[in-house]
């Protein structure tokens, strides 16, 4: 009798061990990082997943806030980017990361995004994500958008948004932000200012 009382102390000392192990292993296995406002994942061309916050990347991220159907606001404001970025030299445009981002995921792929934004000129990333993500990182700078429904239109909706030139450091903390311009000026300006010294 003591002895199969042993053996049953033993096996249940080996089983017990042999658990706590195996949940010790289990939480130090990381969980693989989901994307957030804090660490969005958006895709870009050939439906890359792009970290815009890539601590590695020094450049200043200049973020527009758009989508491609947009009829005036988004092509004046690209267009105006370009304008500024055709103006600099090229010492310059090294310290810079444009950034096109869709706030109309629901038609904006990635790939429509990415060719939306070369049109404009090929240093701007197109990039778009679900809406959730896009909707946080937005919300994360105060971007004002929503969805206008249009009655006997092939469109079916458009977007109402605001318009700005978000300037970010790399972890994406806002240095400043440009209003709709209808000239590169201003872009040109804070780009100047936010560049120095780097």
Known sequence: MSRNWSL?????FVLGF???SYFDQQQKVAPKPTPSAEQPILFGENEQPVDI????DPRIRIA??????????CPTSLAMLAGALNQLDD??????RPLFISLDPERDGAKASAEYAHYFHPMIEGLSAPLDITKSLANRYGVIFR????KDSQLKYTLDHSSYFYFLKPDGTLITKVPHTLTPAPIVDAIKTTTQGQ
Do not use: H, M, S
Request: aromatic share 12%; hydrophobic share 45%.
């Open 8 to 12: 049953i102390l033993v096996v249940a």
């Open 18 to 20: 042999g658990v706590k």
């Open 53 to 56: 916050f890539d601590q590695n």
């Open 64 to 73: 527009y806030f758009g989508f491609t159907r947009c009829p005036d606001v």
């Open 91 to 96: 010492a310059t445009k090294a310290k810079l």
């Open 147 to 150: 969805k206008t429904e249009l």
